[in-house]
């Protein structure tokens, strides 16, 4: 088991920023893929960013490309989600989640994440 816990998210207005951040109990050893999702009411889950385990570069949404990153501390298991330029569009409750499955590493999908934090939510106004 993998616990993972979100914090960081808040109500903010167009154009502003948030850092979320994903503290995971565990070492990312052995995660092939730390990723950040999104679920807004009514919709269904979908991926916002992607970290890999290695060098491989970290994959984003089109949605949100040019305007999130996502990075690690490796040595304190954190993760986190930089998102700057937020627009009411990005309004949703927000997880983290770690893989065990070196597929997630071709399908971004929710069903190749193993572990989920419960969520934080982002509220953007206009």
């Known amino acids: 088991q993998v616990d993972l816990m979100e914090s960081g998210g808040g109500s903010v207005q167009a154009g502003g920023s948030l850092r979320l951040t994903c503290r995971m109990a565990?070492?990312?050893?052995?995660?092939?893929?730390l990723g950040w999702f999104r679920q807004a009411p009514g919709k269904e889950r979908e991926n916002v960013a992607v970290l890999y385990e290695g060098d491989a570069p970290p994959t984003y949404a089109a949605s949100v490309a040019g305007r999130f990153i996502i990075s690690r501390d490796s040595i304190a298991s954190i993760f986190y989600l930089q998102m700057d330029s937020l627009k009411p569009e990005d309004t949703a409750m927000y997880f983290c989640?770690?893989?065990?499955?070196?597929?997630?590493?071709?399908?971004?999908?929710?069903?190749?994440?193993?572990?989920w934090g419960h969520g934080t939510q982002v509220t953007v106004s206009p």
């Open positions: 565990g070492a990312f050893a052995g995660r092939p893929c």
């Open positions: 989640a770690a893989s065990a499955q070196y597929m997630c590493r071709v399908y971004s999908t929710p069903d190749y994440y193993n572990f």
